[in-house]
């Protein structure tokens, strides 16, 4: 299984788990310690014949391997258990993203809940993650929404020489450039527009023409955001504007039909175009006065204080009255919360799990901010016996409890004193 012929490791995975050889589950669990990819396919062996138990499946979630935690996430299940193994692994949190984000596709195929939304919405705080295209969809697929958000507003234009004041040597506006697609004769032309009827606001306009049907465009460059909603718009005008084509209209060249206006057609006066979309990826666009677009038009078209904003949502202001944590409530957590319930994994008093250090005495032993690093980033300070893994199986506790199920926590840890005798 250790074989460097992948046909030879299947071929002996399959064999396995078709004979049933159960003989060999020790082995195969003494295996997927030992890594590589004998650890992995050990890993599907024990899976397939239905012998792959808790402590196994746990200890390959928190292995230094990524390859070898990525196949681990893969292997759980949809059930209540499984769901709770990904919970109480680092998994959500993992360095590396490739493996974050085969938890973050894990955490999306799981039965919906209110607990599931609730940490895909924290998770989406996290500016990497929330960068991050792919991570980013698979939180959406869980159902994560941004927190705090009271409402949106329209930020500045993001189009350089929006009105066209400004005029190169070419007599184009500044920061524009042609792009034709399709040109059947010498007669398209590309121009600023001086006459005051033709003019929306300020001295000039853009103005496209031509006696024969063409597809043509001018167009500026701009950066936009992943995950971020923008509105483009313009006022156009037409003369005559005749032809299979969507008219005279704005579009995002990269998004298609995803990110275009209405397209104004015939002789019309001044109208204002408008459209609303998403970009899912950081990367630069190209936005296009077009004059034809999807087919080819004839006639006069003119554009004027064109834009593209976007979208940014307003944040509810934090409280300026400090958080009022209380033991009580941060107990009730630590014994009950379903997701991230401390007892399933610590001791406190004789009651409670085996898996992390009793808690007994911790206030007294540690001081708040090592207890509270060891809450949001648990393999910063590994403990005892976690040291030799390198990791920690438990989850950055930031991304299942708020601010303020975080204090409640904290406060109750500190009220873990050594007994006096």
Known sequence: MSHDNLFWRQTAQRLLVDSKRT???????????????GAIHALWTLSGMGALDTKTHTAALISPEPALRRNAIRALGADKVSAQMLYDSATLADKDLQVRLVAFTKLAALPESDANKKTASLLMKLPENAKDEWLRLALQATGAAEMNIVGYKRGPNLLPNASFEEVGGNKLPTNWSERTYSRRNPDLKHAIETRKEFVKSGKNSLRISADTRHDSSLFARVRLKAGRKYVMSAWVRTDNLQGTGNGALLSVHELQHAAKTKGVKKTSGWVKVETEFKNEQDREVTVNCLYGGWGQSSGTAWWDDVSLVEIEPIYKEKSKDAIKATAAAGKKIFDTHLVAGCIRCHKVDGKGGIV????????????????????????AEL??????LGASPMPPMNILLNDQELADVMAYLMTLKKKKK
């Not at 003989?23 to 990819?37: E, F, N, R």
């Not at 005495?361 to 393999?379: H, W």
């Not at 403990?383 to 030799?388: L, N, S, V, Y």
């Open 23 to 37: 003989d060999a589950v020790p082995a195969l669990k003494t295996l997927t310690t030992k890594g590589g990819h």
């Open 356 to 379: 992390g250090p009793a808690l007994d005495g911790i206030a007294s032993r540690k001081d708040a901010d090592y207890i509270k690093r060891s809450l949001v980033n648990p393999t």
């Open 383 to 388: 403990a005892e016996g976690f040291d030799k």
